[in-house]
RNA sequence: GGUCCGGUGGCCGAGUGGUCAGGCAAGGGUCUGCAAAACCCUCUACGGCGGUUCAAUUCCGCCCCGGACCUCCA
């Protein structure tokens, strides 16, 4: 059994895991900042973290998954200003599009989903701990991390401070101490969100939510911490200035875990291209295109880039369709439970060398394949190999491990049925498809033909076999 | 410019110091009244140049190309 381990950002390599209470891991990963619709590449984290969520609930007594909202922030203000939307309407709308949208993508709900405006408590007693112990200090209303106090900033994102000296943009603020100095509390005008501090009326910077919400949630320190590659520098980075130096602890999360950034068709996902790509884009192309985003998504490894392409949706639609007429067919799982057990854990390995998706993919296909032999015929003798087992051929065997190891990637989670024939109402293919019987037993073979080459016309593909015919939608 | 990560067959995409990735597409076959599905076969690649090694796509160096980040709201 191949020992479970992750690449760790913050050492640069993979290291086995093991959680600070076996009985129990904690995971924090940052959540959107809701002022507009999700976008694909809000949606790979989710979807990447929802699987680890899924293997460590397997493989661990208890796991809490927690995923902050971000509901305020400068955007939204902004959003807000120049729509007239207040920002309460604006963070609740796209706080349920949000939901909506990840649900659709086949994500599970994290154990819990703070938001900043409902954490503020925290995120002051976090500041004020901070400014005790002398690593912030007040400048003209402002409260600032200085980050000279902390030697060990840098660590993360691998940079020393001279390098981000030597890249501070021209505009610093005067009253910095030192350029590399980021807010923890500004200021906040009578029109702007504000509440009441120490230091007066004002906001949180970026940073102190996720130290405050990850520490009121998951305590001090904690066992992973993911979110986006891009976030490394400096969200990441300043999350682990202020924990540490606020808790006096050696690190803030054992494990720091960051995926890919997304691309489209080759390029940066952009506005000012033109090829800015919401959730909401995909799902409207049909009903499969939630799962099949989510296959794609699970079909690179979540630390490469992905560069998503509408022929590459088409492709993870053309596969779960032969998944589900797969499993549309496979019978009952027969009492095997060993074997099944052995055939899931084999195809499951591969997720827990730093959650490789796609070899774990590779392995369900081969199962997919070992219920085709058996169920329909031929041979299996080419997948036994690659798996070295000499597992029964045995029909609804493989579906049945199938089923367990696809819940885990939280894939063909829909019914059969449904997804190759959809929900509408389908009486007149039925009667077509008697009809089509009648002629068949007839052997009236021009019209039989007939009959189909009608359906074909309107997306119907019939399929005969032994327990009679069946259909699906092109 | 700095730091980091990549370059695999028509496309996507794992992995490995030497005997199999896989998927999609394409071609051929088995099966079928004809089909569809399924299964089988074919297509045998690892950016360039050096180096280490009995052996490198896999390790090392250099180069080329691509991408990410380089802060407090552009």
């Known amino acids: 059994m191949t020992e479970l381990q992750f690449h760790n950002s913050l050492t640069r390599g ?12 904690r995971i924090y990963v940052c959540g959107p900042t809701v002022y507009d ?9 989710v979807i990447v973290f929802d699987v680890l969520a899924r293997l460590l609930r397997r493989l661990f007594p208890r796991v809490t998954y927690v995923r902050n909202i971000t509901d305020v922030d400068d955007k939204i203000n902004a959003r807000a200003l120049e729509s007239g939307e207040t920002i309460e309407a604006i963070t609740a709308r796209t706080t349920a599009d949000f939901h909506r949208d990840m649900a659709a993508l086949g994500n599970l709900p994290p154990d819990a989903e703070p938001r900043a405006t409902q954490s503020i408590a925290p ?22 991390f200085a980050v000279a106090s902390f030697p060990d900033y ?7 401070t001279e390098e981000l000296q030597a890249g501070a943009r021209v505009d610093v603020a005067p009253y910095k101490r030192d350029p590399g100095d980021f807010v923890l509390w500004k200021p906040s005008p009578p029109e702007l969100p504000g509440w009441d501090s120490p230091w007066g009326r004002g906001r949180p910077g970026w940073h102190i939510e996720c130290s405050a919400m990850s520490w009121q949630a998951l305590g001090e320190v904690f066992d992973i911490h993911g979110g986006g590659h891009d976030l490394i520098f400096p969200h ?8 540490r130096c606020a808790f006096g602890t050696p690190v803030m999360a054992n494990l720091w875990m960051h995926n890919g950034m997304l691309r489209v068709e080759g390029e940066k996902m952009s506005k000012s291209l033109g090829n800015f790509l919401t959730v909401r884009d995909i799902l409207g192309r049909g009903a499969w295109a939630g799962e ?9 490894h979540y630390r490469q880039a992905l560069d998503f392409t509408f022929a590459g949706l088409d492709e993870a639609k053309a596969e779960l369709d032969d998944d589900y007429a797969m499993l549309a067919r496979a019978p009952a799982a027969p009492e095997l439970p060993a074997v099944q057990a052995e055939m899931a854990e084999w195809a499951l390995e591969p997720l827990r060398d730093d959650l490789n998706t796609p070899l774990a993919l590779t392995r369900l296909r081969d199962l997919r394949t070992l219920e085709n032999v058996a169920s329909v015929g031929g041979s299996a003798t080419a997948v036994l190999h690659r798996a070295g087992r000499n597992w029964p051929v045995v029909p609804g065997l493989a579906a049945a491990a199938f ?23 389908t009486g007149w293919i039925e009667a077509a498809i008697a009809a089509r019987l009648a002629a068949r037993r007839a052997r009236d073979w021009a019209e039989a033909d007939r009959i189909r080459a009608d359906l074909t016309a309107r ?11 069946t259909w699906r939608r092109a």
Do not use: C
């Open 403 to 425: 089923r367990e190891v696809a819940e885990v990637l939280g894939l063909a989670a829909s019914e059969p049925r449904r997804w190759l024939q959809g929900a509408e109402d």
């Open 236 to 243: 990441h980075e300043n999350e682990v200035a202020q924990s």
């Open 37 to 45: 619709l999700a976008h694909l590449g809000n949606a790979r984290p």
């Open 292 to 300: 099949a985003f989510r296959l794609l998504v699970l079909k690179t």
């Open 14 to 25: 993979k290291e086995g895991f093991a959680p600070i209470d076996p009985a129990h891991v």
């Open 154 to 160: 840098g660590a993360l994102s691998g940079r020393s």
């Open 459 to 469: 997306g119907i593909t019939l399929e005969d076999g032994p327990q009679g015919t």
């Open 123 to 144: 995120m002051i007693a976090l500041i004020e701990r901070l400014i005790a112990r002398g690593h912030a200090y007040v400048a003209e209303g402002h409260v600032l």
